[in-house]
T-cell receptor, first 114, second 111 residues
Framework: GDSVTQTEGQVTVSESKSLIINCTYSTTSIAYPNLFWYVRYPGEGLQLLLK?????QKGSSRGFEATYNKETTSFHLQKASVQESDSAVYYCALGESNNNRIFFGDGTQLVVKP | EAAVTQSPRNKVTVTGGNVTLSCRQT?????MYWYRQDTGHGLRLIHY???????QIGDVPDGYKATRTTQEDFFLLLELASPSQTSLYFCASSDAGETLYFGSGTRLTVL
């Protein structure tokens, strides 16, 4: 089956420092899945942060970037300089376009210290 | 702007109780989903639907029923609630492009 593995638990970063949250995926049902990062701010539902559907392409939003790497089956999330307002839970996800199924990683809690 | 509304926001019930969680989307999306989110497990798919009257089984369906009464409305039913169903539940909708639009969640506690 399909699965997503991402950096576990909580990541604490000081404001203005760089961030990387690792994500790797495994799929047996589709060669080139769509890849997503979703974010959940406190008290809110999840919302799409960025999406990439073509291998080798990079997605970006709100200063975050992720590159779809089919060789390493990875989709790491990076930001050069985090802010306190980035504190949230980040979910990596994989989509099967043939049946609209989405598989989520376990989520990574980002805490940005002032 | 996509809108998905869940109710109630919080619910407490007892073991063996009967609970219905409601979800309404106003985007005319075909697909609607129910997920549960637990610490250490991320989001797990319970049921989903691609239209009124349709129901598809997700990855963790045991103990849950669901019904899609209209394009807009998708309900999750727990007919004999158990403490293992204490969780944060999210509803989502999407169209064929696969971007999911989520509600704010329902926190269910089963005592």
């Amino acid at each position: 089956g399909d699965s997503v593995t991402q950096t576990e638990g909580q990541v604490t970063v000081s404001e203005s420092k760089s961030l990387i949250i690792n994500c790797t995926y495994s799929t047996t049902s589709i060669a080139y899945p769509n890849l997503f990062w979703y974010v959940r701010y406190p008290g809110e539902g999840l919302q799409l942060l960025l999406k990439v559907i073509t291998a080798g392409q990079k997605g970006s939003s709100r200063g975050f970037e992720a590159t779809y790497n089919k060789e390493t089956t990875s989709f790491h999330l990076q930001k050069a300089s985090v802010q306190e307002s980035d504190s949230a839970v980040y979910y990596c996800a994989l989509g099967e376009s043939n049946n609209n199924r989405i598989f989520f990683g376990d989520g990574t809690q980002l805490v940005v210290k002032p | 702007e996509a809108a998905v509304t869940q109710s109630p926001r919080n619910k407490v019930t007892v073991t063996g109780g009967n609970v219905t969680l409601s979800c309404r989307q106003t985007n005319s999306h075909n697909y609607m989903y129910w997920y549960r989110q637990d610490t250490g497990h991320g989001l797990r798919l319970i049921h989903y639907s691609y239209g009124a009257g349709n129901l598809q089984i997700g990855d963790v369906p045991d103990g849950y029923k669901a019904t899609r009464t209209t394009q807009e409305d998708f309900f999750l039913l727990l007919e004999l609630a158990s403490p293992s169903q204490t969780s944060l539940y999210f509803c989502a909708s999407s169209d064929a492009g696969e971007t999911l639009y989520f509600g704010s969640g329902t926190r269910l506690t089963v005592l």
